[in-house]
């Protein structure tokens, strides 16, 4: 063989071919990808529960097979005490979602672990245990939204602007909120306690001007 004949392997016109082959293959990667997590990420799946969740107790237990915490489905809890359809469930989870985007929570918060780190993170606020229980969670946080001002935990630590929330706006929030506390995020946020979701005694309820006791993860 000639000292200057080129091996196979070494040619140009083979790692010209090997090129395309690998892009067209990691095109095809690509594409598959892109559809598989579509599917994983929308909601109705079995990671993403459907809007409807939101007419059901949603708790936040840890699994010992996979060795994190995990969201609990339980029973019929309707937030603001009306069990909606799955379609003004959508509306209404929708309606917060854009809430928190017009409002630019995000230059706070953080979303599913998106956004900014000034002000805790949203992803399970509507199982946050600062709202003392879960009889006067719904309107704590609603009012929390409306007036954050007015309210004794805002006045410690970083504040909350008033954001001129109305009292839709507000509801609304507290549904996407409580919809994104049902979402299988693999265990994050690590380390967290939820609300306790047992009944309130019933020989003494707690009135709905109680305050938290820490401040809560909120936009």
Known sequence: MSQTQTLW?????????MAI???????????????DTVKQITAGGKRVPAYSVINHQIDYKFDEKRNFQVPVIGPEEPLFGKKLTEAEAE???SHGKLTTQAKNCMNCHTLLGNGSYYAPDL????????????????????EFLM????????????????LKITEAEA???????????????NGFPANF?????SAAPAAAPAPAAV????????P
Not at 123 to 142: C, F, H, S, Y
Not at 193 to 197: A, F, G
């Open 21 to 35: 082959w690998v892009t067209a293959g990691s095109f095809v990667v690509l594409i598959f990808l892109t559809f």
């Open 123 to 142: 992803t399970k606020a509507w199982l946050d245990p600062a709202w003392g229980n879960k009889d006067v969670r719904e309107q704590q946080m609603v």
């Open 147 to 162: 007036n954050p001002q007015d309210r004794l935990h805002n006045a410690q630590g970083r504040r909350m602007p008033n």
């Open 9 to 17: 392997w070494a040619s140009e016109s083979f790692w010209r071919k």
């Open 211 to 218: 305050e938290p006791a820490a401040a809560p993860a909120q």
């Open 193 to 197: 306690t939820p609300i306790d979701q």
């Open 171 to 185: 509801r609304a929030t507290v549904a996407f909120l409580k919809w994104m506390s049902s979402i299988d995020t």
């Open 91 to 93: 509306a209404l989870v």
